[in-house]
């Protein structure tokens, strides 16, 4: 047995892609506040540390989650943080997790892409595979 077999790897465990910020909260103690079902979508949970990252300035920060009310679409920046994102800017929400070895192949993060108003309109699987198979007809076509 080596010292690496100990060892867990991080991995994408959840994501929300290409999210907009609805309001910001500079007087807030800090977090981001997600639509519950957004959160529930990617199985992120309230507290979990997350990583933002903003599509919009290039800014990122980690910070943890707040259970936002269901199907409002709410995505709110807080605390220190709303320095970095404003409302209407574009961010995706991610968590990690720490896995074994034996979970590492059949490992697949939940993602969940979003419209205008921050509902889910379809899983990363779903997207990749409507992706695949619009360019395997456009190269049969061609």
Known sequence: MSYWDDMRTRLLKSK???VTV?????????SITIDENLMDAVDIIQYE????TNITNGTRHETYTIAGPRGSGM????????????AGDKIIIMAFGD???????????????????NKPVSSI???????RDKVTRSVKNS
């Open 125 to 131: 699987s779903e997207h990749t595979l409507a992706y």
């Open 49 to 52: 540390q997350v990583l933002v």
């Open 75 to 86: 995505i709110c920046i807080n605390g220190a943080a709303a320095h970095l994102a404003g």
């Open 99 to 117: 896995f074994e070895k034996e979970e590492i192949a059949g490992h697949k993060p939940k993602v969940v892409l979003v419209d205008n108003n």
């Open 22 to 30: 609805t309001d910001a909260n500079l007087d807030y103690v800090g």
């Open 16 to 18: 929300i892609h290409r």
